[in-house]
């Protein structure tokens, strides 16, 4: 049993035609999938990633209208971080300050916040930006938060099998990264300093790592329950199936299957233009579609 990498990152936004606005028209990200969490069919779900919509690259919304802010903390994810090609930055910070965004200059990164207060920082990752404006940006490295680095690195490499990826520094332990994927940093406080995390706008929900299929996902089940640790009942979310457990300090972890991915019901060319449903709601459309406002495309 194998963890893939990082399969995507999901966070909590107020409004989902604002979140659309900032990611894509702001900042270049595509709206890769536009649809529903399939436990609260009222509730858009968005994902914005790179062109081919590779997991991984991938970072997902709720749109929760009516819940207050969350907490930033322990147990939650800190910081996200955005790569983007080298020489692009400059055309960046003048697109994100021809928008009023602020963003704070460090070298070659951009340090700024989305309207819900999610911390990013934008930085150059080798090879030049192509022809066109603006510069794709992929999802490159989550930063979450705990208690111990060592209770963390011990769930990650004997429960998931993820080893550290470099020598803990500052306080800081690297998991995952390489090649193309993004990468797992955990930040520690030690002193628990800082509040414990909780869930609402502009928090974090779940950090998602892929495995190969559903076969693995029922082996990785069974691991976990024989670890003694919580795992939930694998759930069908169509473009997926997913099962939940959570790190030490209560982050909520989700293994999810690589297949059938976002592009099963409708062309790649074609990802995010339209509402996509399951098709065991799909006879709920209608009155999915009453509650729902509809997103106003991006011109």
């Known amino acids: 049993m194998t963890i893939l990498g990082i399969h995507h990152v999901t966070l909590v936004c107020a409004s989902a035609q604002r979140t659309l606005l900032f990611y894509t028209w702001v900042l270049g990200m595509r709206l890769v999938k536009q649809t529903v969490s399939v436990d609260a069919p009222g509730t858009y779900q968005l994902y914005f990633g790179d062109a081919q919509a590779t997991p991984g690259r991938m970072i997902a919304f709720l749109e929760w209208p009516k819940v207050p802010c969350g907490t930033r903390g322990i147990g939650g994810i800190r910081r996200l971080g955005l790569a983007t090609p080298a020489g692009a930055l400059d ?14 200059r460090r070298g070659q990164a951009l340090d700024l916040r989305d309207p ?68 797992l940093a955990y930040l520690e406080d ?73 592009a099963v019901d409708e062309p790649p060319e074609q990802l995010g233009h339209a509402l996509m449903l399951p098709p065991w709601l799909e006879p709920q459309r209608a009155m999915i579609e009453r509650v729902l406002p509809p997103l106003k495309p991006v011109c």
Do not use: N
């Open 190 to 262: 030690r002193q628990c300093a800082t509040p414990r995390a909780q869930v609402g706008g502009g928090q974090s929900h779940h950090l998602s790592l892929a495995v190969p299929d559903e076969v693995a996902l029922i082996e990785w089940r069974e691991r976990l329950i024989r670890a003694g640790l919580h795992a939930s009942p694998i759930i069908d979310r169509f473009y997926f199936k997913s099962l939940y457990t959570h790190d030490p300090d209560g982050l909520v972890i989700e293994l999810a299957t690589s297949a059938p991915g976002l």
């Open 91 to 104: 055309a960046l910070e003048q697109r994100l300050r021809s928008f009023g965004v602020p963003s704070e």
């Open 116 to 183: 819900d207060g999610v911390e990013l920082t934008i930085y150059a990752e080798g090879g030049e930006a192509p022809p066109g404006s603006p510069p794709p940006i992929w999802l490159g490295q989550i930063t979450a938060m705990c208690s111990s680095l060592g209770a963390t690195a011990r769930f990650m490499g004997e429960v998931l099998g993820v080893p550290p990826s470099a020598a803990a520094h500052a306080g800081s332990q690297s998991f995952l990264g390489g090649g193309s994927g993004p990468q």
